[in-house]
């Protein structure tokens, strides 16, 4: 079996708490590797080593650490299909997804080279007589990231970038899950010029965890994940007095009003509410037809769609739809919901419970099912079940439709599909989500922009990626500063004119 390590200083490292966690091949459900739950003890030495290494990294001048990023970005273009292999055998994605996981990380660390740009100062001449005044933006030191498994690489690099770039040293907690593609990385951004040190990887469980929050050397965390750790983490760092941005689950509604085109919109809604198995925090897990005759059109065009899906291992080429779900324990959760649709009255169009695919009965996999006629009070649109499964709740107009996604208590993201401007407009002001789609399901924001939901889909202020992760990452410093010569006469300002 194989035994996964720690990765310290820039080399791997064995565990030594004597605690594993197994790691799955979901496709077939049999053990792969062993990753090692770092204790206490372990975790307290990599963040030792990572303040250790941060002083001189964040003394460097921005541009030499930008071309740590710049020479990143070619060994991840390089080594792409094989870290897409690595990801789609622990995850279980295809290797279409698997490389979008991978690009939209790399897009991150493009994003990154412009740090001496992101970094610069403000500087005011003259604030008064003799005075200057000058801002900065310093590095926090050493921060934590605590990622989830359905992203493995896209997740870790959001975060990690941005934190190198600032200047920081991070130590990485990626999920116990799928944590072969985040080490992978730490190996090339160690080939890419990154001093040793700089970027530790603990794998771990909650133990490492709560190490990262209670250790006073850790200025930042990072967290990616459901929203009930979310809310422990944020929770507990700010207590701590650290910095925390904590992002958490979601129930993605999307609207489809009377006008749309019934085509693109039921196209849309089985890549974003299918796609990736449904395990996605951007994913549609909610359409909202308004009318019954929308509905009923909407439905039709769904029914043959979700048929047709093709679902697979990684393994079987480039037509398959998705593959199985991370862990039995997923799988058991999401039929049980699946269920509880049932039981509690919700109409399931397509039930795909007894779903078993021949040679790998053992695997995770869990078919499509598409729910009509679900409404707020059911478990299945209370809860974030990521898994295949969309559920269509009928609105009978626009404003119940708004107030069924304003009401959620997760705010990630939002679409509405119509060709009218003056509703889309109305939605993308009025509507307290996050990220909002006009015919677009999945309004994933690219890397120059910034990522993060509202309500219980974000605990923390300052967002994902773009401007925000340079302003998360760094601390303001700002400097008065007047010389002993002060304002001699003559020291003014001339224009001389030019004749
Ligand atoms: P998770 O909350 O189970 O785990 C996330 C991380 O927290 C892992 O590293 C895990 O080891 C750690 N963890 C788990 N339990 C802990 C505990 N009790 N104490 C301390 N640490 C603990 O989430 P997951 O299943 O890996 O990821 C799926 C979730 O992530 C979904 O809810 C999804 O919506 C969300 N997600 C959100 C975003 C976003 O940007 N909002 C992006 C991707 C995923």
Redesign the pocket.
Known sequence: MKELTHWIDGEHVKGTSGRFADVFNPATGEVQAKCPMASAAETEAAIARAAAAQPKWGAMNPQRRARVMMAMVGLMNRDMDKLAVALSREHGKTLPDAKGDLQRGLEVIEYCIGAPQMLKGEFTDDAGPGIDMYSMRQPLGVVAS??????PAM?PLWHVGPALACGNAVVL?????DPSVPMMLAELFVEAGLPKGVFQVVN???EA??TLLDSPVIQGVS????????H??YSRATANGKRAQC????KNHMIVMPDADMDQAADALIGAGFGAAG???MAVSVAVPVGNETADRLIEKLVPRVEKLRVAPYTDGNDVDFGPVVTRAAKERILGLINSGVEQGAKLVIDNRDFSLQGYENGFFVGPHLFDHVTPDMDIYKT?I?GPVLSVVRAGSYEEALGLAMDHEYG?GTAIFTRDGDTARDFAHRINIGMVGINVPIPVPLAYHT???WKK??FGDLN?HGPDSFKFYTRTKTVTARWPSGLKEGGEFHFKAMD
């Open positions: 605590i990622m989830p498994f359905n992203f997740m907690k990626p999920s116990e899950r771990g469980d909650k965890v709560d967290f990616v994940g459901s929203t009930p750790i979310a422990y983490i992002f958490g689950g979601a395990e996605r925090c974030e990521f990630n990522f993060g939901g889909s974000m994902q």
